[in-house]
């Protein structure tokens, strides 16, 4: 249903397209924007190392109440901030279909977070506004629930949907957050036409396997890659373990561009 083989973002620094005839797109920043020191200088660190777009929650699906659940309204201001200071397209979460509006105003992609995949009345909302949507899979969405997800955001008008993985409850949480499905990424190139993101950040939870789970990802033909990446990892108030730090990106970066197709 109205499948486009490609999102093209307009951004400051100009039209990025995702896709699978383009070169993979990264997507990188924190987890949450903390403050205004760290969103902008995170920023200008991922954009100098080849990044195009920077992601960072304002409002984060925590799974306890009582853990941070992101600054809102204060984070989007300072998310424009760091869209003016270096023309990086911005990706960030909306949990609440109210809040809808105010997100779209700064984000030129809105994710949908893998808690919400099958929140369908937040599907057919950000189905019927006009920024494109990263729909992330749920950690316990088959590959069929995730395509008839992003099929809600389609029939609701919106034809500008790329698909994210980030990984899946297995069994072991010990040694992995959550396992990595790269085998999706044949599959979904099989079942339908919308991009591809692999997000290995969340997909194993620890920083030491980003790496490596990036590259496999680029050499199985993803489209994008999203990757946390955090000025001081380990004082991070959300997903610290998983975060690079902007030199362990910076190098990251230059072994995807040996992969080939990378930006
Ligand atoms: C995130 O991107 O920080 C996030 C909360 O992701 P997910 O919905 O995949 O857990
Ligand atoms: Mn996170």
Same mark, same amino acid.
């Given at each position: =249903?109205? #499948?486009?083989?490609?999102?093209?973002?307009?951004?400051?620094? !100009?039209?990025?397209?995702?896709?699978?005839?383009?070169?993979?797109?990264?997507?990188?920043?924190?987890?949450?924007?903390? +403050?205004?020191?760290?969103?902008?200088?995170?920023?200008?660190?991922?954009?100098?190392?080849?990044?195009?777009?920077? @992601?960072?929650?304002?409002?984060?699906?925590?799974?306890?109440?009582?853990?941070?659940?992101? =600054?809102?309204?204060? *984070?989007?201001?300072?998310?424009?901030? *760091?869209? #003016?200071?270096?023309?990086?397209?911005?990706?960030?979460?909306?949990?609440? !279909?109210?809040? $809808? #509006?105010?997100? *779209?105003?700064?984000?030129?992609?809105?994710?949908?977070?893998?808690?919400?995949?099958?929140?369908?009345?937040?599907?057919?909302?950000? !189905?019927?506004?006009?920024?494109?949507?990263? $729909?992330?899979? !749920?950690?316990?969405?088959?590959?069929?629930?995730?395509?008839?997800?992003?099929?809600?955001?389609?029939?609701?008008? +919106?034809?500008?949907?790329?698909?994210?993985?980030?990984?899946? @409850?297995?069994?072991?949480?010990?040694?992995? @957050? +959550?396992?990595?499905?790269?085998?999706?990424?044949?599959?979904? @190139?099989?079942?339908?036409?919308?991009?591809?993101?692999?997000?290995?950040? =969340?997909?194993?939870?620890?920083?030491?396997?980003?790496?490596?789970?990036?590259?496999?990802?680029?050499?199985?033909?993803?489209?994008?890659?999203?990757?946390?990446?955090?000025?001081?990892?380990?004082?991070?108030?959300?997903?610290?373990?998983?975060?690079?730090?902007?030199?362990?990106?910076?190098?990251?970066?230059? #072994? $995807?561009?040996?992969?080939?197709?990378?930006?």
């Amino acid at each position: =249903h109205g #499948e486009a083989s490609e999102v093209v973002i307009e951004t400051p620094n !100009g039209p990025v397209a995702i896709g699978e005839h383009h070169p993979v797109v990264v997507v990188a920043g924190p987890c949450s924007v903390e +403050n205004e020191a760290m969103i902008i200088g995170t920023a200008q660190r991922v954009k100098a190392a080849g990044a195009k777009f920077l @992601r960072g929650g304002a409002y984060k699906p925590r799974t306890s109440p009582y853990a941070f659940q992101g =600054h809102g309204e204060s *984070a989007l201001e300072l998310l424009a901030a *760091a869209r #003016e200071a270096t023309g990086l397209g911005i990706i960030t979460e909306v949990m609440d !279909g109210a809040d $809808l #509006e105010k997100i *779209a105003l700064v984000a030129d992609v809105i994710q949908v977070g893998a808690r919400n995949m099958q929140n369908f009345s937040l599907l057919k909302q950000v !189905g019927q506004q006009d920024k494109p949507v990263l $729909l992330k899979r !749920g950690m316990a969405a088959t590959i069929e629930d995730w395509l008839m997800a992003a099929e809600y955001i389609l029939a609701a008008g +919106n034809s500008q949907v790329i698909l994210c993985e980030r990984g899946i @409850r297995t069994f072991d949480r010990q040694y992995t @957050r +959550n396992t990595l499905d790269l085998s999706c990424i044949p599959v979904l @190139r099989q079942l339908t036409h919308l991009p591809i993101m692999i997000d290995p950040s =969340h997909g194993t939870g620890w920083a030491a396997y980003v790496p490596t789970m990036a590259k496999a990802a680029l050499a199985a033909g993803t489209d994008s890659l999203m990757i946390e990446v955090h000025p001081n990892p380990p004082k991070a108030l959300s997903d610290g373990p998983q975060s690079l730090t902007p030199d362990q990106f910076d190098q990251l970066m230059a #072994e $995807l561009a040996v992969i080939g197709n990378a930006v």
